[in-house]
């Protein structure tokens, strides 16, 4: 069975940095795409940065361009996203979602990813 589990974030000032980490199991190949998906209170759920494990490919939403990164340690199946310059908008919890590569999956459209992990909490004060 597919598992992700999710651990990292926290509390942080704003401009402070926080990561977050998805541990994934269970996949057959390595034509996998994972993301991170972040939910606010009363918004919906958006993809902010997805990555290709075959090859790399990355996505990121231009809310968090230039901030974020992801990536991923192939070795131990675990995918990592460094939030830097974090803002109090950042303020969500932040789930992994991932599927094996599919036509499309750099939209990072949570609707298109079947397996999701845990979430946890991402707070920013200003």
């Known amino acids: 069975d597919v598992q992700l589990q999710a651990s990292g ?3 942080v000032q704003a401009g402070g940095s926080l990561s977050v980490s998805c541990a994934a199991s269970g996949f057959s190949s390595d034509d996998v795409a994972i993301g991170w998906f972040r939910q606010a209170p009363g918004k919906e759920r958006e993809g902010i940065s997805c990555i290709s494990i075959h090859d790399g ?3 990121y ?3 968090v361009k230039g901030r974020f990164t992801i990536s991923s340690d192939n070795a131990k199946n675990t995918v990592y996203l460094q939030m ?4 109090p908008e950042d303020t969500a919890v ?4 991932a ?3 599919f036509t499309g999956w750099a939209r ?3 609707d298109l990813y079947d397996f999701w992990g845990q979430g946890t909490q991402v707070t920013v004060s200003s």
Do not use: M
């Not at 830097?84 to 803002?87: A, H, K, R, Y």
């Open 61 to 63: 939403a231009d809310s």
């Open 84 to 87: 830097n310059s974090l803002e």
């Open 9 to 11: 974030g926290g509390l």
């Open 99 to 101: 599927d094996y590569l």
């Open 94 to 97: 932040y789930y992994c979602g």
């Open 108 to 110: 990072c459209t949570p």
């Open 57 to 59: 490919k990355t996505y």
